[in-house]
């Protein structure tokens, strides 16, 4: 079904709000910036700006619903033979090789870490939306599989990876906050990306196959 004239206007909006908030943030600080000073640079009103966000973090963090899903998403539509562990591989590489933002390794990736290390409340946001997107993932192997509820084994190798994931992926950033390229970092992130996911194949790599 095509988008109405309505829907396209209100997506227009919410977009244009993330944008502006977004370029004030980077500049000036999260919580240097008001959610009044965001809707005045918008040019809307501060309660259409609680209409489309419920809190001033989701000005910034406006994907975090997709980017808590992707784990399940890439376990969900995995290939038969393949494993949620070496679906989350391939899929991270494929990322990698396309500068894809949905695992945070892309241009603007430092920038995007200072000002979220600079303000509690977005560290405590990205937390949040870490433990999530682990928890999503251990609830769609339990839901394929039919754990027991008291099987702790989905919950534990969806923690293994997503540790596996913050791990060298932060590794990157913290080059590029030290001034390295994403075309410098890239193919080192890739070596040690496999090294990674190598070691989590000797212990999960098997578990969970699709048939």
């Known amino acids: 079904m095509s988008e109405s004239l309505r829907e396209r206007k209100k997506r227009e909006t919410r977009l ?4 502006t908030a977004t370029g004030l943030f980077l500049a000036r600080g999260f919580d240097n910036v008001t959610v009044a000073e965001v809707a005045r640079a918008a040019d809307v009103s501060v309660n259409t700006v609680f ?10 963090l406006d994907r975090t619903p997709e980017m808590e899903d992707t784990l399940a998403r890439v ?4 290939r038969p033979g393949e ?11 494929e990322a990698l090789e396309s500068r894809h933002e949905r695992y945070g390794f892309h241009e603007g990736s430092d920038a995007f870490t200072r000002m979220i290390e600079a303000s509690p409340s977005l560290v405590a946001r990205v937390r949040e939306l870490n433990e999530t997107r682990d928890r999503r993932l251990a609830q769609e192997i339990a839901g394929e599989i039919d754990a027991d509820p008291d099987d ?5 190798v969806a923690a293994q990876i997503g540790a596996a994931l913050r791990t060298v992926v932060g590794y990157a950033v913290r080059r590029m906050m030290a001034g390295e390229t994403v075309e410098a970092i890239a193919p080192d992130l890739r070596e040690r990306a496999e090294q990674a996911f190598s070691l989590l194949e000797t212990g999960i790599g098997g578990y969970c196959v699709r048939g």
């Open 83 to 93: 494993s949620v562990l070496q679906a989350v591989r391939r899929d991270f590489m």
């Open 75 to 78: 376990a969900r539509e995995r």
């Open 152 to 156: 702790l084994a989905p919950a534990v």
């Open 51 to 60: 209409n489309y966000f419920a809190a001033k973090e989701d000005l910034l």
């Open 16 to 19: 244009r709000i993330s944008d």
